[in-house]
């Protein structure tokens, strides 16, 4: 305590306020002072205590500070701070304590915030700042009649700095917020305009050739589904859970066709809620919608591996057609691992090896696990080779 030097509060040059933090008692090593429920303040230079009437107020420099440390709180008990400090400096100015046999202080935390505060403290030990004040000679000489820069010093003027910054803060998220909700405004006006649009294509198919009416929906499908299948439009449950199918089934088709027959569920959910803009779709309302394809008789199906890994495939690619392509591949190349058949087909690494371990469950292929990983080969036992 005795490192400690009487202070107004006025800023050095240079000096900026980095964290202050109420409810603060210090201690003297290990024993309490009457320095309770104040407030401590971390500059760029220097470490602070002020009372909560602002009447008190001291502090010391951090070139004085050897290290900082946690103290481990006991049960019940607030955390604490310590912190070492080197012997005092040589005519030092008055403090609050003359001398002390300790060469540490200790900061109890009543209303939390050690953390950030530890940290803080840490950071402008560890940048030293206070080595880095520009010397009188160094500044900028100054420009006659030009106007003097204002400059808060004290408690008063980190006071008016902290208050700037909360206000700065808010005006952001306000904008933000007017961002979002001119986002979302937009979004609708898109909706209602692909809305629009498709209905006058249905009006005026007469006038339209059909191949300028495919190119056009094939825009508007950029833009994405237009009128999205949601609970507030088509209610809850089974008739939901219906409709969406129906639309999921009228989207998927074309895509499932230019992957091979086959699109894992998760490639499956990023694209329908990529599509669906800010009506995004859960996990379960998909799993649940892709169950119904077989009930409504549409052209898809959901199929789940023996691996856990769940896919909608088409009704018109049956499971021994993909099964025969994957023996004529495997007779072709002589040996195959999932990323090598992911390349050669197009489709995800996880539903190649599903392929292929669905070919190995029917006979049609081998595996061999080594350290270079998993490979399949044609089954030979089962289908010799002739000679």
Not at 191 to 199: D, F, G, S, W
Not at 372 to 378: D, H, I, Q, S
Request: hydrophobic share 35%.
């Amino acid at each position: 305590m005795d490192r400690f030097e009487w202070s107004n509060g006025a800023l050095l040059p240079g000096e900026n306020h980095s964290k202050q933090q109420p409810g603060i008692r210090l201690f003297d090593g290990p024993d309490k002072t009457a320095f309770d429920k104040g407030v401590a303040i971390v500059t760029t230079h220097r470490l602070f205590w002020r009372d909560a009437q602002q009447s008190t107020m001291f502090g010391l420099p951090l070139a004085q500070v050897v290290y900082a440390e946690e103290v481990p709180d006991g049960r019940g008990k607030s955390p604490k701070i310590a912190v070492h400090l080197h012997a005092p400096r040589p005519g030092k100015t008055p403090g609050p304590v003359m001398s002390t046999v300790h060469s540490y202080i200790q900061m109890t935390f009543r209303e939390g915030g050690e953390t950030d505060f530890f940290r803080c403290l840490t950071e402008e030990l560890s940048r030293k700042r206070w080595e880095m004040t520009p010397s009188p000679s160094r500044t900028a000489p100054r420009v006659p009649g030009a106007k003097p820069k204002q400059i808060h010093a004290g408690i008063v003027g980190i006071e008016r700095k902290l208050d700037a910054k909360m206000k700065q803060t808010d005006q952001n998220i306000s904008k933000a917020f007017e961002d979002l909700d001119k986002l979302m405004e937009k979004a609708k006006e898109m909706v209602n305009l692909t809305k629009t649009i498709a209905n006058k294509i249905k009006d005026k198919q007469g006038e339209i050739t059909e191949d300028e009416t495919v190119q056009f929906k094939s825009y508007l499908l950029s833009l994405g589904i237009a009128n999205p299948v949601t609970r507030e439009t088509h209610g809850t449950g089974l008739k939901y859970h219906n409709e969406l199918a129906k639309q999921l089934a009228d989207v998927l088709v074309t895509p499932i066709e230019e992957s091979g027959g086959m699109m894992a569920l998760t490639d499956i959910y990023c694209r329908i809620n990529r599509a669906r803009g800010m009506e995004l779709l859960s996990p379960d309302d998909l799993v649940d919608a892709c169950r119904q394809f077989e009930r409504l008789k549409l052209p898809l199906r959901l199929r789940e591996f023996s691996s856990g890994v769940m896919v909608v495939e088409l009704l018109s690619r049956g499971e021994e057609e993909a099964i025969k392509h994957i023996a004529v591949l495997l007779t072709e190349k002589g040996s195959l691992t999932a990323d090598e058949l992911s390349q050669n087909i197009g489709i995800s690494v996880t539903l190649a090896k599903a392929r292929l371990m669905t070919a190995e469950e029917t006979g049609e292929a081998c595996r061999d696990e080594s350290v270079e990983g998993l490979r399949f080969y044609p089954n030979m036992f089962l289908n010799p080779p002739t000679r």
